[in-house]
């Protein structure tokens, strides 16, 4: 590999620009504003995202307007990611973020992303934070960051290539777990919210609900919080509620850790965790647990309430515990001072809902099973792709794996 004289992150880029310090107004839909959760490390996180008004992004972007190829680096929480702009992202930036336009004649985009990522140009970039919580990284240290070894252009695009490879098939299984969940959501407010399930035309309703399902209260079907005991001193895994997705059930193993004092919230696979403090639920925080290994036992947040399937299979509840009138029930039980509202238990026993027949529910466990188990499976390859990029990379970079 032959390599250049060192060089500075701004000597390679067209421009670095920081954000606008202050808040975008948003809005349901329109243009994505990517503020630090959305940096990923390689890609642009889009899944709950903020969105803004046209007049917004045009403000938003009056410095420069970001476009594929570009990256977006993350100043604080957490600071130091870097993910790429692909064709077809039209976003802003939110607050603590910063633009960089490449120079394509002196650097190829998906390796720069990937060399900033890389161990060596972390340690160099975080060596200079600031503040006292959150660490911050200034624009100054951004700029003069130093780029030691660069390779030619010819072996740059070789190896973004390489590790983008990584990236992209990672993206495609995320979508595919997306679609799936969606599919099985889906079904779920078809049958057992609209009441459009097989054979609905043949069946009359009666005080609410379809003839021949019963009414029934969340506890009569579902446990909350059940009791699970663990040997003491013993290694247990912890989820925070950080690792909890907005939108989907995935949850998020990078910020797990193994602790040997466990919490009072225990679960094990197919339980449901569910946000039960402001403004968590409210944001749709609920993941379903599916990264255990059989009988495993794992504990999580205090602000999680466990929901585990009594009479009703994992599915139904993950589902049910996703519904716009679930959520909003709990979510009216909420007691306490501003900013620290929580969900009172007591609100499941006041929510009723129908009971489908058992032929019914087993039509629907048949049909979401596949779709759980296929996102199991999806999210277990992407896990195993993520370390085999993570390995990859800095033995790529540092020259050690020739291309």
Aim: charged content about 25%; glycine content about 6%; hydrophobic content about 35%.
């Amino acid at each position: 590999m032959s390599a250049t004289k060192p060089q500075t992150l701004d000597d390679v880029c067209e421009f670095i620009v920081d954000c606008l310090h202050k808040t975008a107004p948003t809005q349901e839909d329109g243009y994505p504003s990517i503020r630090t959760p959305n940096v990923g490390r390689g890609r642009l996180l889009l899944e709950g995202v903020n969105c803004v008004s046209e007049n917004t992004y045009r403000e938003w972007t009056r410095r420069a307007v970001p476009r594929a190829n570009d990256l977006i680096l993350a100043r604080e929480a957490p600071a130091g990611n870097v993910a790429i702009i692909k064709n077809g992202q039209t976003v802003c930036l939110g607050q603590r973020t910063v633009h960089l336009r490449p120079d394509p004649t002196k650097v190829d985009p998906d390796f720069l992303c990937y060399f900033l990522l890389a161990p060596p140009q972390q340690g160099a970039l975080l060596a200079g934070e600031t503040g006292a919580t959150a660490g911050h990284v200034n624009m100054r240290d951004i700029r003069r960051l130093p780029l030691h070894r660069l390779p030619d252009l010819a072996v740059q695009r070789k190896m973004g290539a390489i590790i983008a490879a990584y990236d992209d098939l990672i993206e495609n299984n995320r979508r595919r777990i997306q679609l799936l969940e969606q599919s099985a959501r889906l079904l779920y407010k078809e049958w057992f919210v609209q009441f459009r399930f097989p054979g609905h035309e043949h069946v009359k309703i009666k005080n609410g609900v379809p003839e021949g399902w019963e009414r029934v209260v969340v506890p009569d079907i579902i446990e909350i919080n059940p009791r699970e005991t663990v040997a003491k001193e013993s290694d247990i895994r912890y989820v925070p509620m950080s690792s909890l997705s907005e939108t989907g059930m995935t949850i998020n193993m990078e910020d797990t850790e193994v602790r040997q004092t466990a919490t009072s919230v225990k679960f094990r696979n197919s339980d449901t965790l569910l946000a039960r403090i402001t403004p968590c639920l409210e944001n749709g925080k609920t993941g379903f647990v599916n990264f255990l290994s059989e009988g495993e036992v794992a504990c999580g947040s205090t602000e999680f309430i466990v929901l585990r399937g009594r009479r009703v299979s994992p599915y139904f509840t993950y589902c049910l515990a996703r519904t716009y009138d679930f959520r909003e029930n709990a979510i009216k039980s909420m007691i306490g001072s501003s900013g620290r509202q929580r969900v009172q238990p007591s609100c499941f026993s006041e929510f009723v809902i129908g009971l489908p027949s058992m032929p019914i529910l087993q039509q629907f466990d048949e049909t979401t099973s596949k779709c759980f188990n296929q996102i199991r499976c999806l999210i277990g390859q992407n896990r195993n792709l993520s370390k085999a990029r993570d390995l990859l990379l800095p033995r790529l970079m540092n020259g050690e794996i020739a291309v």
